[in-house]
């Protein structure tokens, strides 16, 4: 039980240790590289996770080895779909950073999103009317701007006990206050549509042999959590957008008004729009074209009304009207849109002198769509013998692109 009459005291302590570890955190490893990972398929699941700790990936120097990369390869090997994974996490992110770091991620884009925070706000012995507010605010916020679609999943703080550096005490008071705090996480979530709480899984540390133990923390350790947070998961993508018909509200939240006017929003922060061309963009337009020997590859960006193409190989328009854009339909995918013929598909509508086409949604590096990666040609073409992936991994690189 806790002593309330000595939490005022106690609480002003821990602040101040609690900002000692945090001076510390630049002596540990984590990684540098770009806060994304993927597993490459035709179609993917999206996931951006969220916070401190475990989402930092302590310990290793690559965001392959930690969390992000052993929880995108157990979503893949489950599923059968590929996996990309956003990572938005700071060192001491509190829940009401959380709220923050959302600005600028078009989250209607996610099919999951995962929030590991309040480890620090525990440790600080937060007090639990202000968790309270904090997570209503957090679930609140994160239900108006993702999609109906996406599903939400707070996980439960973890012993401070379990971390090494704090040096707490086992199930002393941190522990304690930790566990009610996530009492009161659970209580908030329970029943509520597209949210979800997940405790956290046990300390990890019997699975760690005599080396591990020495690191601060390890791809084993990481590998338990993602096996963990992928066991949850699975079952929840199963009504994630990809399943959608196009007359869902899922849907429409990602293709309609809002959608539009994140698309536009993106594009006008990039300022890339009528620019001029540029060698980064050329060269992977070339390779894609190269690639499936097609006759012309265009890397578009649509707007409200017209498809402009920032880099294009072949004998392709520098822009033409929405209504008879490809890519203006390749957007509204989360994977692939490929026409065999398009003199024979129903889909197209309009008249075109192309046959074949196959095009990847590129996505701004908040994640909203933008336009596309498509390659083309004046003959039909038989979509079995389509290896997509490579597109995909092509139109990635354009995101990283536009990241610079």
Same mark, same amino acid.
């Given at each position: ?46 996931? %951006? ?21 052993? *929880? ?108 009610? *705090? ?50 949850? *998961? ?35 922060? %990039? ?134």
């Amino acid at each position: 039980m806790i002593r309330t009459s000595l939490i005022p005291a106690a609480r002003s302590v821990m602040r101040q240790r609690y900002r000692f570890l945090s001076s510390r955190a630049g002596l540990v490893a984590r990684p540098d590289d770009s806060p994304a990972v993927s597993v490459p398929a035709p179609v993917s699941h999206r996931i %951006l996770v969220v916070g401190n700790d475990y989402a930092i990936s302590w310990g290793v120097r690559l965001h392959a080895l930690a969390l992000p990369g052993q *929880l995108a390869r157990e979503l893949a090997l489950r599923t059968g779909f590929g996996a990309d994974l956003d990572v938005v996490a700071t060192p001491g992110m509190s829940i009401a950073d959380a709220l923050v770091s959302f600005e600028g991620h078009d989250l209607g884009v996610y099919d999951a999103v995962v929030v590991l925070t309040g480890v620090g706000d525990a440790f600080q012995l937060m007090p639990l009317r202000v968790w309270r507010q904090r997570v209503d605010q957090l679930t609140s916020a994160l239900l108006e701007t993702s999609s109906p679609t996406t599903t939400i999943t707070l996980v439960g703080i973890q012993p401070a006990s379990s971390i090494n550096i704090t040096r707490t005490k086992e199930n002393g008071l941190v522990d304690r206050w930790a566990e009610s *705090l996530n009492e009161i996480t659970r209580a908030t979530l329970t029943g509520q549509d597209r949210l979800h709480f997940l405790p956290a899984p046990a300390a990890p540390e019997s699975v760690l042999d005599d080396v591990d133990r020495l690191r601060f923390k390890s791809p084993v350790v990481y590998k338990a959590w993602a096996v963990n947070l992928a066991r949850h *998961l699975v079952p929840l993508l199963g009504t994630a957008h990809d399943a959608l018909t196009p007359d869902d509200p899922g849907r429409m939240q990602m293709t309609g008004p809002l959608a539009l006017r994140r698309r536009l929003a993106a594009l006008e922060g %990039l300022a890339i729009v009528d620019s001029s061309p540029e060698v980064g963009y050329t060269s992977i337009v070339r390779r894609a074209r190269d690639l499936f020997g097609t006759e012309g590859a265009v890397f578009s960006l649509i707007t409200d009304t017209r498809q402009w193409n920032k880099a294009k190989i072949g004998s392709a328009s520098t822009e033409v009207p929405i209504e008879e854009s490809f890519c203006a339909t390749t957007i509204k995918s989360n994977g692939a849109f490929v026409v065999e013929d398009a003199w024979k598909d129903s889909r197209i509508r309009f008249d075109t002198e192309i046959r074949f086409y196959a095009g990847y949604p590129v996505s701004a590096p908040d994640g909203t769509p933008i336009g596309a990666l498509c390659v083309f040609d004046g003959k039909p073409r038989d979509a079995s013998t389509l290896e997509t992936t490579y597109l995909r991994e092509l139109a990635l690189m354009i995101t990283d692109q536009l990241a610079r």
